[in-house]
């Protein structure tokens, strides 16, 4: 019996040991610029029909979680429509007109009433602390809303 604990014990431990790994692995991943936000759509250059404007994100190299399980090494997105993009040591503010939080994990937003012109997107993403991740994982595109 003795034996057995002492088995469970070690295999705790690795386990343990593996997921403090994460957070790691992560920021070496984000160092080497591994880390990457797309904006697939609307692409860069489209004319696109309004007034709703659907957006769909990608990220690769890090995990898109709900910033409410505070998990080391995910992130989650924000869009910037016609915004510049905050101060990226402070956490990204609620509240702004233009800065829309996915904190649920969304991969996909759709803004409603978007004027007719040109436009800019700025997806980035963001720790569970909403600050910015380190470096910069930003996408900028500029797209046409047509009437």
């Not at 070496?28 to 860069?44: D, H, N, T, Y």
């Amino acid at each position: 019996m003795s034996r057995m604990r002492t088995l469970a014990a070690g295999v705790g431990f690795v386990a343990v040991v593996a997921a403090g790994f994460g957070a790691p692995v992560a920021a070496a991943q984000q160092a080497a610029g591994l880390v990457r936000v797309r904006i697939v759509e609307p692409k860069g250059g489209d004319s696109v029909k309004g007034p709703s404007i659907h957006v769909v994100l990608q990220a690769q190299g890090v995990e898109i979680a709900p910033a409410a399980e505070h998990r080391a090494g995910t992130a989650h997105h924000h869009l910037f429509l016609d915004t510049d993009l905050t101060a990226p040591d402070g956490a990204v503010p609620v509240g702004v007109p233009g800065i829309v939080h996915l904190g649920k994990g969304q991969t996909e937003y759709t803004f409603e009433a978007v004027a007719p012109g040109v436009h800019r997107l700025i997806a980035l993403l963001a720790d569970p602390n909403h600050i910015p991740l380190k470096p910069l994982v930003a996408d900028t595109v500029r797209f046409v809303v047509k009437p």
